[in-house]
């Protein structure tokens, strides 16, 4: 089993930024892939980024390409998505996922954490 706990969400202004944590726990979390969703009220769960267990690979959605960075550090079990430039429209719950390899749609990920809400006033 993998246990997954965000944090760092909160209301922000559009032009800052916030830094998500999620700390994993569980066996050989740090062989695996990590990924990013967000849901938006009313929109379904949307794809943000995906980082390999050794973080030689990511992956970003097109519209957060540039202004988030998703990253890791396997000796705390913890990712992290550092968000500039934070727009309205980014506003949302923010879910980190754990699966044995990567993956892009939600319906592939096995675990997840409750979620992080993130406010981006205009």
């Known amino acids: 089993q993998v246990q997954l706990v965000e944090s760092g969400g909160g209301l922000v202004q559009a032009g800052g930024s916030l830094r998500l944590s999620c700390a994993a726990s569980?066996?050989?979390?740090?062989?695996?892939?990590m990924g990013w969703f967000r849901q938006a009220p009313g929109k379904e769960r949307e794809f943000v980024a995906v980082?390999?267990?050794?973080?030689?690979?990511?992956h970003y959605a097109d519209s957060v390409k540039g202004r988030l960075t998703i990253s890791r550090d396997n000796a705390k079990n913890t990712v992290f998505l550092q968000m500039n430039s934070l727009k309205p429209e980014d506003t949302g719950v923010y879910y980190c996922?754990?699966?044995?390899?990567?993956?892009?749609?939600?319906?592939?990920?096995?675990?997840w954490g409750q979620g992080t809400q993130v406010t981006i006033s205009s």
């Open positions: 569980g066996r050989t979390v740090s062989s695996y892939a």
């Open positions: 980082i390999s267990w050794d973080a030689g690979v990511t």
């Open positions: 996922a754990a699966e044995r390899s990567i993956r892009w749609l939600r319906n592939e990920y096995d675990y």
